[in-house]
C-alpha cells in the first residue's frame, strides 16, 4: 500500500499516526493493498485557492479530495482491484479552530477529516439524509476502531 504524505501548512502533524489511520481504514474497508493514495496538508491559502478552483466556493475549507480510479470499499472475500484512490487534501488552520469548537485535539479532528476525505475517495457522499447517514456512522466506526487499535498498540 502506498500512502504518500506531504505536510506544506507550516503546522506539526502527527504523520505516522495518520499514516496508521489510513493503512488501518483501508484494511477495514477491504482496499487492495496496492492501492496508492495521497495525503497533502496545506496552509489557508492554498486551500482556499483549491475550494474557489474545484468547487467555487470562497474560502477555505476544511478536507477536498480528488478521486482517481473511482474504487470502491470490498469485501473480505473481495477487495477492490489495485488502483490510484486519488489525493486528500487537509487545512490543518481549518482543523485547530474546528477542533476547539469541537471540544477535541487538533489531531483528532485531524484524524476525523482524512477519514472523510478518504470516505469521500471511496464514493461515499453526504448530500441527501440517509447517504449522510451511512457515511457518518461508517466514519465513526473506523474512528473508534482506530482509537482502539492504538491503544492495544
Same mark, same amino acid.
Given at each position: 500500500?502506498?500512502?504518500?504524505?506531504?505536510?506544506?501548512?507550516?503546522?506539526?502533524?502527527?504523520?505516522?499516526?495518520?499514516?496508521?489511520?489510513? =493503512?488501518?481504514?483501508?484494511?477495514?474497508? /477491504?482496499? /487492495?493493498?496496492? =492501492?496508492?493514495? %495521497?495525503?497533502?496538508?496545506?496552509?489557508? %491559502?492554498?486551500?482556499?485557492?483549491?475550494?474557489?478552483?474545484?468547487?467555487?466556493? !470562497?474560502?477555505?475549507?476544511?478536507?477536498?479530495?480528488? !478521486?482517481?480510479?473511482?474504487?470502491?470499499?470490498?469485501?473480505?472475500?473481495?477487495?477492490? #482491484?489495485?488502483?490510484?484512490?486519488?489525493?486528500?487534501?487537509?487545512?490543518?488552520?481549518? %482543523?485547530?479552530?474546528? %477542533?476547539?469548537? =469541537?471540544? /477535541?485535539?487538533?489531531? #483528532?479532528?485531524?484524524?476525523?477529516?482524512?477519514? /472523510?476525505?478518504?470516505?469521500?475517495?471511496?464514493?461515499?457522499?453526504?448530500?441527501?439524509?440517509?447517504?449522510?447517514?451511512?457515511?457518518?456512522?461508517?466514519? $465513526?466506526?473506523?474512528?473508534?476502531?482506530? =482509537?482502539?487499535?492504538?491503544?492495544? $498498540?
Amino acid at each position: 500500500m502506498s500512502i504518500e504524505i506531504n505536510n506544506e501548512s507550516g503546522i506539526d502533524v502527527d504523520e505516522p499516526k495518520i499514516q496508521r489511520l489510513i =493503512a488501518y481504514n483501508l484494511d477495514q474497508l /477491504h482496499v /487492495h493493498p496496492d =492501492a496508492e493514495l %495521497a495525503i497533502l496538508f496545506v496552509d489557508e %491559502a492554498a486551500m482556499e485557492q483549491l475550494h474557489v478552483q474545484w468547487m467555487d466556493e !470562497p474560502g477555505p475549507t476544511d478536507v477536498l479530495s480528488f !478521486p482517481m480510479d473511482e474504487l470502491r470499499p470490498g469485501s473480505e472475500d473481495m477487495p477492490t #482491484e489495485p488502483g490510484l484512490l486519488g489525493d486528500i487534501v487537509v487545512c490543518p488552520q481549518v %482543523a485547530v479552530v474546528q %477542533a476547539e469548537a =469541537a471540544g /477535541h485535539s487538533p489531531l #483528532e479532528e485531524m484524524l476525523l477529516l482524512t477519514t /472523510h476525505g478518504l470516505l469521500h475517495l471511496l464514493g461515499f457522499d453526504h448530500a441527501e439524509p440517509e447517504d449522510e447517514k451511512e457515511m457518518f456512522g461508517l466514519q $465513526r466506526d473506523l474512528l473508534v476502531g482506530f =482509537a482502539m487499535a492504538e491503544r492495544r $498498540r
